[in-house]
Every structure is written in C-alpha cells, then in structure tokens.
C-alpha cells in the first residue's frame, strides 16, 4: 500500500473532514442572516454576480458562433451570446434595473405555479384544501410582488439568498456534528 493509498483510506474514516462541513456551515449561515438583514447589498451584489455570468456566457457563446465551423446553430450561438451579453450589461451597470427584471420573473413564477396548484387541486381526491390552499397562496404572494415594487425588487432577491444560504447553513452544521459521530455526511 503505498501513501496515497493509505492517505486516501484515512480520508474515508468515519467523521473526516466534519470540521470543514462545519466551516463551511457557518459561513453559509453567517452570509444567509447578512443577506437577511442586508437585503438591498444582497439584491445588489446578486445581480451584479448573474450579470458577470451573462457577460460571461454571452461572449462565450458569440465567440462559438464566430470562429465554430462547420455547425448549424452558428447564428443562434451569435443571437443567443448577444441577448446574453446586452442583458449582462444591463444587470452589471443598471443593477437596479436587473433586480427588477428578476424580480418580475418570481411574480409570474409564483402566479403561474399558483393557477397550476389550483387547476391540480380541483382534480385531487386527497388533500384537495391543501393544494388549492398553496395556490391561493403562491398567487396572493404574486400580487403582493407586483403591488409593492419597486421596493420588492430592492429586497426581496435579498431575502430569498439570506434565506437559502441560512438554511442550508444550519443544515450543513447539522450534518457536520452528525458525521464528526460518526454517520455519513448529509446522510439519507
């Protein structure tokens, strides 16, 4: 057995590397509950972060376009990498701007699921109140969305980032102090 052999069968013991799901945990948590307290940098930096990818990809996808020989979506990659690049732009210089585009898009999100909620709701046998109850919901957060910009756009991004990175560090410190026992990190 040679030392990397051995390395590798140290790594897989029981509770290695508990510390860094741990670290990671609580940074993720920390970030989460700045995020919800902070949520206008929040929006602010999330935007500017997907418009750097939009940037990204756009000139990705132009450059695919121009010097790919030889394939038929070369004017779609030229298309597709040019919306890509404006929109970028657009979120990485107006972010305000980019934080209500997205925030527009969660509003037809949740009034889109909400009518399908309600129309798979009326067809249920079972639990029937329940999922037309969801829908009602998701459509009344909608509305409250739409009536409440621009201040929504400002905030709410923020809100949804705090809100996952809080959760999911709080789940992460959960399953390091788990796997440092002994169990499987984020075990099933």
């Known amino acids: 057995m040679t030392d990397t052999d051995r390395s590798f069968a140290t790594s897989l013991r029981p509770g290695a590397g508990w510390g860094w799901i741990l670290a990671y945990g609580i940074v993720s948590a920390l970030l989460g509950l700045a995020a919800f307290l902070f949520p206008v940098p ?10 750097a990818f939009l940037i990204a990809s756009g000139l990705v996808s132009i450059g695919a376009g121009i010097f790919g020989k030889g394939h038929e979506g070369r004017g779609y990659a030229i298309g597709f990498g040019l919306v890509s690049l404006i929109i970028g732009l657009v979120m990485a210089f107006e972010p305000a701007t980019g934080a209500i585009s997205i925030t527009l898009l969660v509003a037809v999100w949740l009034g889109l699921r909400g009518a399908l909620e309600i129309g798979l709701g009326a067809r249920m046998r079972r639990r029937r109140g ?51 026992k002994g169990a499987s990190a984020f075990s099933v």
Request: glycine letters at 10%; hydrophobic letters at 65%; a neutral charge.
């Open 130 to 180: 329940w999922m037309i109850a969801l829908g009602v919901l998701n459509i009344l957060l909608a509305l409250f969305v739409l009536a409440t910009l621009p201040w929504s756009a400002m905030t709410l991004p923020g809100y949804i980032l705090g809100l996952s990175f809080l959760f999911g560090g709080i789940t992460a410190i959960a399953s390091a102090l788990d796997h440092k």
């Open 42 to 51: 929040a929006t602010l930096a999330a935007t500017l972060v997907i418009g």
